[in-house]
């Protein structure tokens, strides 16, 4: 009650409104004396790099974490010293996570009410009245989803509308959305949009959660950018673009040059013909060349990783052949290709890459072994970590010792150790999956100047990536992939970025 | 009503209903005995204890959790049972009801130690197991109950019919027993709020303790269910035999868990419906039958549960790699 006559008698009034919210973990400010506020009705991007707090920040505003004492959350002028997430939801905040917190297993109306399958738990769910919430959470977006589908599998755009009808089915005033453009192509990041637009003419604020912003900031009204815990500002949208942006979030000038280099000398390393997998990718041909960074973009699901997979002998190919150095070359297994030279970094450095408990050394020489060991296959503790420290030195890890856990280092070094664990074979090849996701600014342009200077000594990179700058700023070539095909070539400096950005999310 | 249909049996149950009809059809031809009323029921008569077992397996399956130490649950509340009806003259009811609480315990320990330690349920039901069955021989000395008493151990049957043969059949209580637990699992599962919060945490655990869902709660009236039906298994056990001994269960525990993953349960959670259970129930039991009719040695059976086990989940995984790379087409 009191609410309702606070809002109407002061309707200037932001709708979310926060003031000296701090957190602490342990010894680390995560968030340091936030302010910050929410218009009802707007359109608003959060940014910032890994670790800059704004995780911490919509966690504390969908109650998961307490916030220091001292800082207020008001909610329509009512000040709450915390939230539960209880009260954070009966208040109308929403948090769209990145994950999306759907149930796969459920359909799309039980995803959507899953509310009022809540309380009274012996009770039968209430399915007129669920039906009937669903249906009008997917008109209030003009949604047309099947009511009785299982959400496993619907598509990632669809779920993500799901997601979205959960918080409106509760009475969502503010939607905050993690990340919400990171695997949709660009027709489906213009449906969200217009869904926001819907959502915005109806009061509902959302506020997009980000790392970066090129398709969102068309629609979005302000921007508040977030550095090291700390709030750095917030601007007009209008005010601000892509490369102000990146300097505000790392508080650096970044330089953005074309490094692509035309190679005088091109031999082909790697060649790939007319390779398939059903479902997978079709008729792939491309020429590596020796020290040359190839960049293979596309987007989440168009074959990429698949691709990247077969080269390295961990899927067959049911068609089409691989050369190596001008010989045809059999992969029955990842063991066939580290022999033959190809080493591949994956995309999930943490769960495949890297034993995260063991040491540096142990991380490094694993994939060396053989060559390690002496006449008995015993390998000697001091060569292990000779290897470990040259590593090191070159790529300039940042470690106490080499026998260090892995998991004691930023995610930028353990980057590296994954590294150095391939270089360390020697590899004529290296592949690298999307390797600087959840990586910061920063330690980015650490990895790139190591990537060039493996080319400079000759060995040939594929970098797969769904990031445009990343490849047009750091591949001599690159390769757009779409629906498991080869969809176009552009040379970085010939072609511009906003052609290969069109192309990517046509 | 094609959509009650398919939320009641899913893929791998429709498969198992053909399986079943194919084996009925072959089993029928080869023996004339398979095909007859006296057979089927005291075939369902013999699975009364193991699908009354996999009722609560199935739920605790659905919400992403194993529990292995039902049969050790099972053998504690049956003894428990007999034992304060031996020596203490204990009437039916509060015997019983005892030993129903005894079972619920037995399962929210469970629940409580897989919630607060964070370590996976099978781990923590296989060191409960191991710590109920051990504290159960110790403090009984191993020492068997025979004389149960009556209202126990008589074969009360419901329903008596004699068939044109002469051949007597019996709904007994086991049998109204088992399709009571079916029709309360079922309805737990489908028709209550808290049965759809059961299939949500075992879909997405993060995701379900996000919008609120009591996390803990749902564990223990899973955990508790399957020691509540642990218990009443063991009680139909016991007048089965007519005794009560304290490994009277031991050695059930991986049988029942194949009847519930053969009929669909996901070892992962989330996945699976009590009519699919039941159809596993049957396709085993049939299996079994006919190998005896057949005169196939029982040993050999263990060979056709793994194989039934082995085929049955390379089937599903095989249509899942097929649905993931078809998604992947399509999104791209």
Known sequence: ?506 | MPRAFSVVFGRTETALAAAILIAAVILSLSSPYFLTLPNFVNLIEAYSVTTVLAAGVFVVLVSGGIDISFAATASATQYLAAYLATSYGFPAVPALALAAALGVAMGSINALLTYYLRVVSIIVTIATSSIYYALLIYLTNATEIYNLPDWWSNRFAFVRYVTASDDVVKITLPIVVMVAAVVLTQYLMAHTRIGRQVYALGGNPEAASRIGINVLGVQLLAYGYLGFLAAVAGFIQAGRVHQAVPTAMAGQELNVLAVAILGGASLVGGIGSMGGVVLGVLFLAMLQNGLNLLGVSPYFFGVVIGLAILISISMTGYAEKHARRRHVARAS
Not at chain 1, 224 to 241: I, M, P, Q, S, Y
Not at chain 1, 255 to 280: F, I
Not at chain 1, 336 to 350: F, H, N, P, Q, W
């Open chain 1, 1 to 506: 009650m009191t609410t309702a006559v606070l809002s109407s008698t002061a309707p200037e009034m932001p709708f979310l409104a926060l003031s000296g919210i701090s957190k602490r973990f342990g010894g680390t400010v995560a968030l340091d004396a936030i302010e910050w506020s929410v218009e009802r009705g707007e359109v608003h991007c959060l940014v910032g790099e890994n670790g800059s707090g704004k995780s911490t920040l919509i966690k504390i505003l969908a109650g998961v974490h307490a916030p220091d004492t001292g800082g207020t959350i008001s909610v329509e002028g009512v000040p709450h010293a915390a939230l539960t997430p209880h009260q954070a939801k009966s208040l109308g905040i929403q948090v769209i996570f990145q994950d999306l917190s759907l149930f796969p297993n459920l359909t799309v109306l039980e995803n959507i009410a899953i509310d009022l399958e809540l309380g009274s738990p012996f009770r039968p769910p209430p399915q007129h009245a669920m039906r009937q919430a669903a249906q009008e959470a997917l008109a209030r977006l003009e949604a047309d989803l099947p009511l009785d589908a299982r959400v496993g599998t619907l598509p990632v755009a669809q779920r993500q509308i799901v997601a979205i009808c959960r918080g409106l089915a509760v009475n969502a005033r503010v939607l905050f959305m993690d990340e919400p453009t990171s695997s949709l192509t660009r027709h489906e990041v213009e449906l969200l949009l217009e869904t926001v637009r819907r959502l915005k003419a109806q009061g509902v604020a959302v506020v997009f959660v980000s790392h970066r912003l090129e398709e969102v900031v068309e629609i979005a009204e302000r921007v508040t950018v977030l550095r090291d815990g700390r709030k750095v500002g917030t601007f007009a949208a209008a005010e601000v673009n892509d490369h102000r942006l990146a300097e505000l979030m790392t508080g650096e000038t970044i330089e953005h040059t074309v490094n692509a280099r035309v190679l005088a000398e091109r031999h082909p390393t790697l060649e790939v013909r007319h390779a398939t997998r059903e479902g997978e990718f079709e008729d792939v041909s491309l020429v590596l060349h020796q020290g040359e960074i190839l960049g293979l973009i596309g987007l989440l699901g168009a074959g990429r990783t698949e691709l990247a997979l077969a080269l390295f002998g961990m899927t067959p190919l049911e068609s089409g052949e691989i050369r190596l150095d001008g010989a045809p070359l059999r992969l029955r297994s990842n063991q066939d290709a580290i022999t033959a030279g190809i080493a591949y970094v994956s995309e999930d450095r943490l769960s495949l890459g890297l034993n995260l408990r063991q040491s540096i050394a142990e991380n490094i020489s694993i994939s060396v072994l053989d060559r390690l060991g002496n006449s008995l296959g015993l390998v000697a503790p001091r060569r292990r970590n000779e290897l470990a420290t040259s590593w090191v030195t070159r790529l300039g890890i940042r470690a106490a010792n080499v026998g260090a856990p892995v998991q004691t280092l930023s995610g930028g070094n353990q980057q590296r150790v994954v590294l150095s664990k391939w270089l360390a074979t020697g590899p004529k090849v290296l592949i690298l999956d999307s390797p600087t996701v959840g990586v910061d600014i920063k330690n980015k342009q650490g990895i790139y100047d190591v990537v060039r200077e493996l080319a400079a000594q000759g060995v040939a990179i594929l970098l797969i990536s769904d990031e445009v700058p990343e490849v047009y700023f750091h591949c001599d070539r690159v390769l757009h992939m779409r629906g498991g095909r080869i969809a176009g070539e552009f040379v970085p400096g010939t072609a511009n970025e906003h052609a290969l950005s069109e192309a990517l999310y046509a």
